[in-house]
């Protein structure tokens, strides 16, 4: 019988290991490394920028990583800020350029992933990826929940 459980974690940590190799691999001629893609792609979505804080909460990072990859941007010339945490956090136009750059190959790569599917096929599997991982929330917050009224 097939192991259900074995096939789904680790096809989600294959997948997660492969973006992250792809995007460190991707970012070495910026000397930029994985969490800074995201950082950059909203960044670049965003039109009035982003506190430290919004990007946390659309990056799933914590407050040590954000801080760190916000600073060594603004060393790179990539983003400009005042300096306080609450401050608007804005691509530079050369931050911009990497924006673009990261676009085009976030599109190879997904691409690239999905070579097999037709685009209802590609568009139903984000689809299912994506409820999976709303319910796989719920469901860890109801255990939480469960937990936390039983102490």
Known sequence: MENVFENFV?????????????????MREFGLKSVHVMCVYYLNESEKGLTSAE??????EDKA???RAVGQLKEKG???????????????????????????????????GSAHFTEEERLRFYSSMKEIADNLKV??????????NLS
Do not use: H, W
């Not at 860890?140 to 936390?148: G, S």
């Open 55 to 60: 990007l946390m909460r659309l990056t799933l």
């Open 139 to 148: 469901y860890y917050e109801n255990l939480k929940y469960q937990e936390d």
């Open 78 to 112: 990539f983003v400009k800020y005042e300096g306080t945490y609450n401050s608007e956090i804005v691509l530079t136009e050369e931050g911009r350029e990497i924006a673009r750059s990261i676009l085009e190959k976030a599109k190879r790569a997904v691409a690239a």
């Open 10 to 26: 680790i096809s989600v940590l294959k997948l997660y290991r492969s973006v992250q190799k792809i995007k460190n691999f991707e």
């Open 65 to 67: 990583a954000i801080s």
